[in-house]
């Protein structure tokens, strides 16, 4: 079969520059207004993000997660305590998260620090998910350890056999909130010349101030 060269695919970036007096004035605000614009766009599960994390002996690791809230201070996402990504957080809190919203030629690239929500917000999230997926956070109890489908599905139907309206939330799931201290904004331009404006948060004592820089591409 004959291989697809990717360096041959490429394409100009055509849009409305970004510039620094038209931001926000803090992060939050200014991804508001962009995923706002994802959202219009239409684009395929516009709230889907690339979290990274890495271990405490220095191992890196990427999965793509949902964001399911924001500010004005945080990201929040929900997943199992007892996850790869879980236990990375646990030994590093350090986190980066990536929205990548290529149709219009957009990016958001976030730097910050994942502590864990409160087991009352998370119970509150919980309650608003449909049944089956109450049912799924269960049956993969032991998230990232090895299974088999078979297993799995077993499992579920064991749960939903156990819980048919009703399902408790369990002690090892829940949320995280990602507190930014950097948020780039990058937008493509032509001759890839892209626009980079990055918010730094100027000290951790002063969580409202914030510099905008521009990177180079």
Not at 29 to 38: E, G, I
Not at 102 to 122: D, K, N, W, Y
Not at 178 to 203: A, I, M
Request: no cysteine; hydrophobic share 35%.
């Amino acid at each position: 079969m004959e291989q697809t060269d990717p360096a041959g695919l490429r394409r100009s970036y055509k849009d409305a520059p970004l510039d620094e007096r038209d931001l926000a004035p803090d992060p939050l605000s200014q991804f508001d207004t962009w995923f706002a614009d994802a959202v219009a766009a239409e684009l395929p599960e516009p709230n889907a993000m690339v979290l990274a994390t890495v271990t405490a002996d220095g191992t890196p690791t990427l999965r793509t997660v949902l964001l399911k809230g924001y500010g004005p201070e945080d990201f929040r996402f929900f997943t199992n305590h007892g996850s790869r990504k879980a236990r990375a957080i646990a030994e590093n809190p350090r986190v980066s998260l990536l929205f990548p919203w290529h149709p219009i030629r957009r990016q958001v690239i976030i730097e910050g620090i994942a502590e864990r929500l409160s087991r009352e917000a998370s119970a509150a999230y919980f309650r608003t998910r449909p049944h089956g997926s109450q049912l799924g956070a269960w049956a993969s109890e032991h998230q990232s350890a090895v299974i088999t489908r078979e297993e799995l599905e077993q499992r579920y139907a064991e749960l939903a056999r156990r819980w048919p309206d009703e399902v408790p939330l369990p002690d090892f799931w829940g949320g995280y909130r990602v507190v930014p201290t950097s948020v780039e904004f990058w937008q493509g331009r032509p001759d890839r010349l892209h626009d980079r404006l990055r918010y730094r948060r100027v000290h951790a004592d002063e969580p409202d101030k914030w510099v905008v820089e521009r990177l180079s591409p």
